[in-house]
C-alpha cells in the first residue's frame, strides 16, 4: 500500500489510532456485506428507493470501494488493504443508483436527513465521494450547496470531492465548490529520476478556482489504483478491487479526520479544517491548495 507510506499514515496505526469512536455519513452507492466492514455500519438509509426495506445493499461496488478504504479492517488480506480509521462507525446513505447515477434531489433528502439525525448516530463527519458538474438546474445546484453548508454550520466535517474533470481552470464539481466545506482533489507520484519521486496533482483531479474561495480544492491526497473492499458475485470471486478517482482520496482524508477526532474529540470543523492547512505538504509544479495530506503531521 504505497499510498499509506507516501502519506505516513502507518505510524499513526503503530500509536493504536483507529478512529474508535468517529462516525462517518457516507452518501454513495450503498455497502455491501463484506468480512472487512463487519460491524462498521451502524445504520442505512436508502434515497433512492425510499419504500424499499431492505437491509444495507450496494448494487453498484462504488460505496463499498469507498467504506473500505475508510473504515475496513483488511481482514480478507491478512491486514494489507485495511482502510485509513477502521475502528471508525459509518451510516451508509445511497444516494446513487446501479449505474452510479443519481438525482440531485435524494442528494439533498440525505443531507436534509443528516441535519436532523447527525446526533443519534454520532456522525462528525460526513463523506460524499460524488458531485454534479454544475451543468445540471441552477436552482438545484444552488440548494444542494445550502444543505451542505447548513451541515457545516452545524458543527460537521463535510468533506467531498474535487471531481474527474481537470485539468482546466474552475473544473470543481458541486458541491466540492463550497468555500465552508474540504474539498479533495487527487494527487498522484511521479518519477522525477531514478531515485526520487515528486508529488503533483493527477491531471483528471478538478482545478480551481472556485467563486469566492481562496483555495479550492484545499487538500490532495492519493487516488490513483487504490485497493479497497468490493461485493462479490458471481462472476467476481475476489474480496477486492482497485479503483481511481478523487472519489478515493475523499475517504483518504475523511478517515485521517476520524483519527484526529478519536485524538482530539473536542475539535470544531474549523480547527480540522485548520490543522490540514497545517500540516499538509506543498506539491511540486501546478499542485493544487495547501498540498497533499500527511497523517503523522496532522496528528502531532
Known amino acids: 500500500m504505497e499510498y499509506y507510506k507516501r502519506i505516513h499514515a502507518e505510524s499513526v496505526w503503530r500509536q493504536g489510532r483507529t478512529g474508535r469512536g468517529t462516525g462517518i455519513a457516507l452518501l454513495d452507492t450503498g455497502c455491501a456485506a463484506h468480512p472487512d466492514l463487519e460491524g462498521r455500519v451502524k445504520g442505512f438509509m436508502d434515497f433512492v428507493h425510499p419504500f424499499s426495506s431492505s ?32 475502528g471508525a462507525d459509518l451510516t451508509v446513505l445511497k444516494v446513487l443508483d446501479r449505474q452510479g447515477g443519481g438525482r440531485i ?55 467531498a470531492a474535487a471531481g474527474n474533470n481537470g485539468p482546466a481552470p474552475g473544473s470543481v464539481t458541486t458541491p466540492g465548490v463550497s468555500c465552508r466545506i474540504i474539498t479533495v482533489g487527487c494527487s498522484q507520484a511521479e518519477s522525477s529520476d531514478s531515485f526520487h519521486e515528486v508529488e503533483r496533482a493527477a491531471r483528471f483531479s478538478g482545478r480551481g478556482p472556485a467563486k469566492g474561495c481562496a483555495v479550492k480544492p484545499e487538500i490532495l491526497a492519493p487516488g490513483l489504483d487504490v485497493v ?34 478519536e485524538k482530539y474529540p473536542a475539535y470544531s470543523n474549523v480547527d480540522v479544517k485548520r490543522k490540514l492547512q497545517e500540516s499538509s505538504m506543498p506539491l511540486a509544479g501546478d499542485g493544487q491548495g495547501w498540498g497533499e495530506l500527511r497523517v503523522d503531521r496532522l496528528l502531532e
Open 105 to 159: 434531489a435524494d442528494l439533498v433528502q440525505a443531507l436534509r436527513w443528516l441535519s436532523l439525525h447527525a446526533g443519534q448516530y454520532g456522525i462528525r463527519i460526513v463523506n460524499i465521494s460524488v458531485g454534479g458538474t454544475g451543468q445540471e438546474n441552477e436552482a438545484e445546484n444552488a440548494l444542494l450547496l445550502t444543505e451542505v453548508e447548513r451541515l457545516w454550520d452545524q458543527g460537521l466535517v463535510v468533506v
Open 228 to 261: 479497497s473492499c468490493c461485493p462479490q458475485s458471481g462472476r467476481r470471486r475476489s474480496w477486492y478491487t482497485a479503483k481511481s478517482g478523487t472519489s478515493m482520496a475523499v475517504p483518504m482524508v475523511s478517515g485521517a479526520i476520524a483519527l484526529l477526532l
Open 55 to 86: 437491509a444495507c445493499y450496494d448494487d453498484n461496488g462504488h460505496g463499498t470501494h469507498i467504506a473500505g478504504i475508510l473504515a475496513g479492517n483488511g481482514r480478507m488480506s491478512g491486514g494489507r488493504y485495511r482502510g485509513m480509521a477502521p
